[in-house]
């Protein structure tokens, strides 16, 4: 039977590079989420956008005429006044 003696301490790992390597995946995976959700936001938004355009095409009234809007002037009558 033999023994090995080792004198010699393993070398230390870097710190630097692991904690480095760390904070750099997690940036990446959040970076790829947001990215991710951007896409599918942007994909939704372009549905619902060609939908409001097909809705638009489809208008029975002149382009001029608005069903919707109504005039802002009001005719008040003022009770208390008497006169001409």
């Known amino acids: 039977m033999s ?3 080792v004198l010699e ?3 230390l790992p870097n710190i630097y590079k692991i904690i480095g390597g760390s ?3 997690g940036a990446m ?3 790829v989420i947001l990215l991710i959700i ?5 994909l939704k938004d372009l549905k619902e956008y060609r939908r409001f355009e097909n809705e638009r095409k489809k208008v029975k009234w ?3 005429d608005n069903p919707l809007f109504k005039n802002a ?3 008040v009558a003022n009770p208390t ?3 001409e």
Request: aromatic residues 8%; hydrophobic residues 50%.
């Open 73 to 75: 002037t009001t005719t």
């Open 9 to 11: 301490c393993p070398e």
């Open 29 to 31: 995976i959040g970076l």
């Open 23 to 25: 904070i750099a995946a």
């Open 81 to 83: 006044f008497i006169g």
């Open 62 to 64: 002149m382009p001029g």
């Open 3 to 5: 023994v090995i003696i």
């Open 38 to 42: 951007k896409g599918l936001l942007y």
